[in-house]
C-alpha cells in the first residue's frame, strides 16, 4: 500500500491500527528484515522449550 503511494495515516485508518508510530516501527522491521522482523521475539524460543523436553525424556529413560 505505501509503495503505491498511499499516506501512512491512511494506511493505519483502514487497518484499525490506532497508533501511526507503530505502523511506522512495523514498516521499518518489515523493510529492513523482511517477515522475519514481525516475528515475535520476547520470551524463550519454541525450540529451546522442546529441546528441554527431549532431555528430560531422554534422561528418564536412563
Same mark, same amino acid.
Given at each position: 500500500?505505501?509503495?503505491?503511494?498511499?499516506?501512512?495515516? !491512511?494506511?493505519?485508518?483502514?487497518?484499525?491500527?490506532?497508533?501511526?508510530?507503530?505502523?511506522?516501527?512495523?514498516?521499518? !522491521?518489515?523493510?529492513?528484515?523482511?517477515?522475519?522482523?514481525?516475528?515475535?521475539?520476547?520470551?524463550?524460543?519454541?525450540?529451546? !522449550?522442546?529441546?528441554?523436553?527431549?532431555? !528430560?525424556?531422554?534422561?528418564?529413560?536412563?
Amino acid at each position: 500500500m505505501r509503495l503505491q503511494g498511499i499516506p501512512k495515516a !491512511k494506511i493505519a485508518e483502514e487497518l484499525g491500527i490506532q497508533d501511526v508510530g507503530r505502523l511506522k516501527i512495523w514498516m521499518r !522491521k518489515y523493510r529492513e528484515q523482511g517477515d522475519f522482523g514481525l516475528m515475535e521475539h520476547r520470551g524463550r524460543r519454541k525450540e529451546y !522449550k522442546d529441546l528441554e523436553r527431549e532431555v !528430560k525424556r531422554l534422561r528418564l529413560e536412563n
